[in-house]
């Protein structure tokens, strides 16, 4: 079985992942992209794990419909299961069938299976469309559920109003069922009226609390979560209420033996360059979530990601061993330490930072010159609260001191709040070829592309302040032999014609 840290299908992308547990599998239904032109129909692959180390890529699980059907465009949804019976909700989406607002339609439609999910009935006779005061365009991302108090199944659905500002008319809409055939349409469930859209809503429960999912489409890009004591509400806003960055998407969430894992896409940039645009679709990547006492949620790598990384990475700082304490003293001023060896291209490092009361800035330099000027950056900043990805070089426009956009205070969009009070902070960070994942404190997690500096050193730095490490490590997976990695870029599919 290949391992990955992230899976990506060749030669494709993944867009929302629809993750279902069943018989101790996890199922990660996604959005295949292709990119290609003229662009295709878009179907769900699957791509199954237990562990979260070892993936498969069982290829196409649920094809998309004709150029005329209007499921053209097979979007994201959810299953559950009655019996023996699985229901898939999505959906449907055609560009040529347009609604009565001129843009795409957008429909909720049914599928069913009695084989464990390997073939799919179709139900046309079951799909709807938005109900009356919700935009016919955006009704999409069906969620179901069943609430045994209520005694019904519920369908949230990300969907707009017809009326009021227009980047404030986003709205969780809600229909109930007691067959999953028949939908009858009630009060919305999530009605804030503050953003775009909330993309790929879900709900679950997790002892007394209950946690709604979403995925802000409007001033940012990122996934969120409320809390509340009950499905009635109210919704509570926690003090860090962000999954992730930017770039890390759409994620929706799965339990597995009393643990919560949150799978999202790490977007990818226009022309695989730092400078890019961000792309819709990109890499899964998985965040284990943790449950504090408050109920408040904090997230970080499962640590079965974290244990494959097994293989000890020889590192020294001025021929020092990483794993003696590294101190570093700037009182007005900047100092970084780089690493004797470069770092390999896929590869963990840890380390516990001792920050004093007062510094202004410290972490870590990633693929970084020996001088430690050009690389990338994980800089914490404690009188900010904040932890930021930057790199540098930035963009240029010239030679000239002023053509360096070096007037912005990090990565755009790469910022996560934190809480740096002075004393010790654990870094965790996972760079695979041209993804990185930073974790701080098992609690903040920050996801990002790094394209340009393809390999460098590893260092600590400390700008105004003082810092010490400790138990710097820096780690890699096992070794596979040739053989191994040729069957790992095969897909299931492959390897029954090979």
Known sequence: MPDHTF???????????????????????????????????????????????????????????????????????????????????????????????????????????????????RHPEHTFGASAGYESADWRDPFVFRDEAAGVWRMLIAARHTDGPERRRGVIAQCISTDLVTWEPVEP?????????????????WGDWWYLVYSEFSEGFTTRY??????????????????????????????????????????????????????????????EARQNADGTLAFGFAAETRESFSEAVTTTFAGRPSGDPL????????????????????????????????????????RSSGDGDASYIVRLEPKRNRMVFDRWPRRRTGDGQWEISGDVPFLIELERPCDLAPGRHRLDVIVENDLCVVNLDDRTTLST??????????????????????????????????????????????RQYA
Not at 189 to 205: G, K, L, N, S, T
Not at 455 to 460: A, L, N, T
């Open 189 to 205: 469930f999530w009605d804030p009226r503050r953003y775009i859209a909330h993309e790929c809503p879900e709900v679950f429960q």
């Open 327 to 366: 101190v570093l003293a700037a009182p007005d001023g900047y100092t970084a330490l780089l690493s004797d060896q470069e770092t390999p291209a896929a590869f963990r490092a840890s380390v516990t930072l001792d920050i004093e009361h007062g510094t202004t800035e410290c972490g870590l330099l990633l």
């Open 449 to 494: 592309r790094i394209y340009d500096h393809t390999g460098g050193r590893i260092g600590v730095f400390v700008g105004e302040g003082s810092v010490t490490a400790h138990h710097f490590e820096v780690s890699a997976r096992p070794d596979r032999s040739p053989a191994s990695d040729a069957d790992s870029a095969m897909t299931r599919s492959d």
């Open 7 to 121: 899976f990506q299908p060749r030669g494709a992308w993944v867009g929302d992942i629809i993750p279902f547990q069943h018989d101790g599998d996890l199922a990660l239904f996604y959005l295949y992209e292709e990119r290609s032109d003229p662009k295709p129909g878009t179907p769900w692959h699957l791509v199954t794990t237990r562990d979260l180390v070892h993936f498969d890529d069982e290829g196409l699980a649920f094809e998309h419909g004709t150029t005329d059907d209007p499921d053209f465009n097979v979007y994201t949804g959810s299953i559950v299961q009655q019996g023996n019976t699985f229901h898939l909700f999505y959906t449907g989406q055609n560009p040529r069938h347009l609604g009565s607002d001129g843009l795409p339609l957008q429909l909720v439609m049914h599928a069913t299976s009695s084989d464990g999910m390997t073939s799919w009935t």
């Open 226 to 287: 409320r809390m509340a004591r009950s499905l009635d509400g109210p919704w509570q806003v926690p003090e860090f209420d962000s999954i992730d960055g930017r770039a890390f998407y759409a994620s929706k969430t799965a339990e597995l033996n009393g643990r919560r894992f949150f799978f999202g896409w790490i977007a990818s940039k226009e022309d695989s360059r730092d400078d890019g645009a961000w792309q819709w679709a990109g890499t899964l990547s998985v965040l």
